[in-house]
């Protein structure tokens, strides 16, 4: 990467001069998207900052139960007055959202908090690493190192967004720093194990319907090595599926032991396919294969989009992966 990574001081700098502070994370977000927002968005209030924290779709039921979450703002296209715009999670600028993108339009300065390798550095300020397991888990090493406040709302955050994005601690992406990260709260006084339950023990039915619709729908390749589900609007639909419903389910896939990658085609309202990719595998890169259809993400879970109709972009898609796995 040829434009290194701004420092946590040169950044806290920033966050301390100004008095008026924008944070987005992306859209459809999940536990590392809502956690490292809200993490760092109480920990600059904690500071004395103005912090507006902005979420272009909302929050999803699974991470409502998180501190401050009835603060977040959903932004309806207005542009706000910033001082500071800091994006975390989002690979991309325009990954926030539409709304988000208008209402931090106007920031006098600029912020990228991100685990992406793929993030092509659009703040004034940049931080990314690839190496870290959730953006949660950069957020915590920076709010200590330049002594910003921690309570147990802002640890509660950060160990969600680590703990999901790390499928609880278990992808090979966690580090010893992040076992010693969840020490060090546990420490402090956070309670993870009912955290854990809030985050993992609470499906609604629909949630459990849902799985058993993918259980009974799935599809093999490869002698089994390659798992995929195509998630219909219809389904959607008829299961009356809600923001958060499918978090963790591709785990399900990922889990069986002939597998390889595991894919799950999700048709959109708008007719275009979400493709969500897992790989188990060092040798199968799935953001290589995502790049391939203009997506990206992690070597060993990524995403990207393709016109539908399902079936067809299944094919297209697995078709490629087929050629990865060998
Ligand atoms: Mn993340």
């Not at 979450?69 to 959202?97: F, H, M, N, W």
Request: glycine fraction near 8%; aromatic fraction near 6%.
């Amino acid at each position: 990467m040829s434009v290194p990574n701004n420092t946590f001081s040169e950044m806290a700098a920033v966050m301390r001069s100004a008095k008026r502070i924008g944070i987005a994370s992306h859209i459809r977000p999940d536990g590392d998207a809502i956690g490292s927002l809200l993490g760092l968005a109480l920990s600059l209030r904690l500071e004395g900052k103005q912090v507006i924290p902005l979420s272009n779709d909302g929050v999803p039921w699974n991470l409502a139960f998180l501190p401050g979450t009835d603060q977040i703002v959903k932004p309806a296209g207005d542009v706000l007055e910033l001082d500071l715009a800091i994006s975390v999670d989002t690979a991309s600028k325009e990954r926030v959202g539409p709304n988000s993108v208008i209402a931090m339009s106007a920031a006098k300065k600029s912020i990228n908090i991100d685990h992406h390798g793929s993030n092509p550095r659009y703040a004034d300020l940049n931080y990314i690493d690839s190496t870290a397991p959730a953006v949660g888990q950069i957020l915590y090493d920076f709010l200590s190192a330049e002594n910003f406040p921690m309570d147990d709302a802002v640890r509660q955050n950060l160990f969600a967004a680590i703990s999901t994005d790390t499928g609880s601690f278990q992808f090979p992406s966690t580090t010893a720093r992040t076992h010693q990260i969840a020490a060090e709260m546990i420490n402090a006084g956070l309670d993870t194990g009912a955290l854990a339950s809030k985050l993992y023990d609470q499906h609604p039915m629909r949630r459990v319907e849902l799985l058993r619709a993918m259980l009974n729908e799935m599809q093999f390749r490869k002698g089994q090595r390659i798992v995929s589900w195509n998630y219909t609007q219809a389904a959607k639909k008829q299961l009356n599926v809600q923001q958060g419903d499918t978090e963790g389910l591709i785990d399900h896939l990922r889990a069986i032991d002939t597998v390889v990658a595991a894919v799950i085609f999700e048709e959109q309202k708008d007719g275009n396919i979400r493709i969500s990719a897992r790989s188990k595998s060092d040798a199968v890169n799935v953001a290589e294969v995502c790049g391939r259809f203009g997506g990206g993400g992690h070597r060993l879970a990524a995403g990207a989009t393709l016109p539908g109709p399902i079936t067809a972009a299944a094919e297209t898609y697995l078709n490629e992966l087929e050629n990865e796995v060998g």
